[in-house]
C-alpha cells in the first residue's frame, strides 16, 4: 500500500496550493475513507479534513473551515486538498491518510508533503 502525497511547496500568505494525494494498493479504493493530516516539528499532528469513501461528506478543522476544500476522485484513486488564502499559521507537512473499512482510526500514511506559507 503506497499513498503518495505531492503539491507542496513555498507559497506567499493569501496564495493557493493543491495537494494530491496517489494512491496504489489499495483494494477497492473507493471504500476507504481518507484525510489529511498536517504536523508542525514539536507539535502534535492534527487532523485537517476528512472525506467520506463515497465523497459525499467532508469535514474540516476549524482553523481551515472557508479556505480548504477536501475531494477525492475514486476512478482515479486521488484525493485532494485544495487550500486557498493560506497563513503563515498553515505551515507544516501535510500528509494523506485513509482507513479501512471498520476501523477507527486511519491505518494507512503516506509520506509528508512540506507547505511553507511566507509572511
Known amino acids: 500500500v503506497q499513498l503518495q502525497a505531492s503539491g507542496g511547496g513555498l507559497v506567499q500568505a493569501g496564495g493557493s496550493l493543491r495537494l494530491s494525494c496517489a494512491a496504489s494498493?489499495?483494494?477497492?479504493?473507493?471504500?476507504?475513507?481518507m484525510a489529511w493530516f498536517r504536523q508542525v516539528p514539536g507539535k502534535q499532528r492534527e487532523v485537517v479534513a476528512t472525506i467520506s469513501s463515497g465523497g459525499s461528506r467532508t469535514s474540516y478543522a476549524d482553523p481551515v473551515k472557508g479556505r480548504f476544500t477536501i475531494s477525492r476522485s475514486n476512478p482515479r484513486r486521488l484525493v485532494y486538498l485544495q487550500m486557498n488564502s493560506l497563513e503563515p499559521e498553515d505551515t507544516a507537512s501535510y500528509y494523506c491518510a485513509a482507513k479501512s473499512h471498520g476501523r477507527d482510526s486511519y491505518d494507512y500514511w503516506g509520506q509528508g508533503t512540506l507547505v511553507t506559507v511566507s509572511s
Open positions: 494498493g489499495l483494494t477497492s479504493f473507493s471504500t476507504f475513507p
